[in-house]
């Protein structure tokens, strides 16, 4: 437990001292936005709630992707293996989840205040959309963070990040696009207690996988 | 000979599975007509196909825990054959869905799925392909074999049963066995799923062992 939040607080930390990564990452999800917005010619009210959804989902992964694509590479080799040596590899994985989870959480919803505001806001129920947001950033993080371990270890990362992480991401991002419609068109809360257990059951297996499957892989 | 009968044993099952696959009696039912016998063929395939991942995952886990290269070797074999046999299932599915729902790719989850599946096992080759050392491929491709089956499962079992699907057993759909499968047609089925299964396991060991005499005369 100890360990756990000295690496959090190393995480974070590290992400201080290096803020341009962080502003850079902000900057990507409101221009991304901006370009969006400016693609359907300033008619963003004539958008369909379901366009609207769908768009805000997809600017949200590629946004994941980029962001947790680096939570491996920022640190040199050597650094690493200094870490690996003082704590356990449970620990270690466990601690980025947590980290990139909150990452996530900012980055999106910094993302969503913004789209709301240049895109309008047709969110019927915004309290569920909200929550919607915090799983997919705990689910989005927790499945990325073990293939961005996975990606570190190859050689031209980039690519690879992006097509070992899609078809991987697709399930939790069915759900939360099903779950955000529900919210959008203000369902009754209790219709959506299916997609939430699904999504909270997928997030344990990737936790738990991750868990099991992270000390064969940094040892490579 | 002696560890050789299953392989008789596939040509035979497979050889009545052919024969009467195509010639017996099927019963007749509306929009599907003949094109009934589709299930001696894309239904196994697809059986054999989940039973092939299942194998590579065995010899993945089997890998990460001896460090036996020979496991490696097995698994990514198993992997190819599963990824030929999803290419078959999906050509026979498609031949029959436009037959049948009058469109070779109509918009249904389960076809969704699957195709996600196979972006996620050409993925794993791609990955296989960007390391040099061979343990290093090896355990980093494990790891990910064992990630990607851990998606493959709830993609193909669970997500298509929740919502609309056209394929029979899912979205509130009677699957076969209840409706329109009679005892006659269940004598080839069986048969043809064992059949396709066995090919499938022999064509991966015939590959292992190309791999492996390769390995030997380099």
């Known amino acids: ?220 | 000979m002696k560890n050789n009968w299953w392989k008789i044993v596939a040509v035979l099952l497979l050889t009545y599975t052919l024969y009467f696959g195509l010639m017996g009696t099927v019963p007749r039912r509306a929009i599907l007509n003949e094109s009934i016998r589709n299930v001696y063929f894309h239904v196994p395939m697809w059986f054999a196909m989940i039973a092939m991942l299942t194998t590579s995952l065995v010899y993945a886990i089997k890998y990460l825990r001896t460090n036996d290269l020979q496991y490696d070797l097995k698994s990514v074999e198993f992997t190819n054959v599963a990824i030929l046999l999803g290419i078959l299932g999906c050509a026979t599915g498609s031949l029959w869905a436009s037959v049948t729902w009058g469109d070779p790719w109509p918009s249904d989850p389960k076809l969704n799925s699957v195709a996600i599946s196979m972006l996620m096992y050409f993925a794993y080759l791609i990955l296989r392909g960007s390391f040099d050392d061979e343990q290093r491929r090896a355990r980093i491709s494990a790891v990910y074999n064992i990630l990607a089956y851990a998606v493959f499962i709830p993609l193909i079992f669970i997500l298509p049963r929740l919502t609309d699907s056209l394929h029979p057993g899912n979205g509130g759909n009677p699957a076969f066995s209840e409706l329109d499968m009679d005892n006659q047609m269940r004598r080839i089925f069986y048969p043809a799923v064992i059949g396709w299964g066995l090919l499938g396991t022999w064509m991966a060991t015939v590959r292992v062992r190309v791999r492996m005499l390769e390995e030997q005369a380099d």
């Open chain 1, 1 to 220: 437990m100890q360990e756990l939040r000295t690496l959090i607080g190393k995480e974070i930390t590290l992400e201080w001292r290096q803020r341009y990564a962080l502003n850079g990452m902000l900057l990507y999800i409101v221009s991304t936005v901006f370009v969006c917005y400016l693609s359907f010619k300033l008619k963003a009210n004539q958008l369909t709630p379901i366009t609207w959804n769908t768009l805000f989902w997809i600017i949200i992964l590629f946004t994941a992707v980029n962001a947790i694509s680096k939570s491996f590479t920022q640190e040199r080799a050597g650094r690493l293996l200094y870490y690996y040596t003082i704590a356990s590899p449970q620990g270690i994985i466990l601690s980025k989840i947590i980290y990139n989870s909150g990452l996530m959480l900012v980055l999106s919803l910094t993302g969503f205040g913004f789209y709301a505001f240049v895109m309008g806001n047709p969110v019927g129920d915004l309290w569920m959309y909200l929550v919607t947001i915090f799983l997919s950033s705990i689910g989005f993080a927790s499945s990325l963070t073990m293939v961005a371990g996975i990606a570190s270890k190859a050689e031209n990362n980039g690519a690879l990040m992006a097509i070992l992480s899609f078809p991987v991401i697709i399930p939790m991002l069915l759900m939360v696009m099903k779950l955000a419609k529900n919210a959008l068109d203000g369902l009754d809360r209790g219709s959506s207690s299916e997609e939430v257990m699904i999504l909270l059951a997928l997030d344990a297996i990737v936790v738990s996988l991750s868990l099991i499957l992270f000390p064969y892989l940094w040892r490579s």
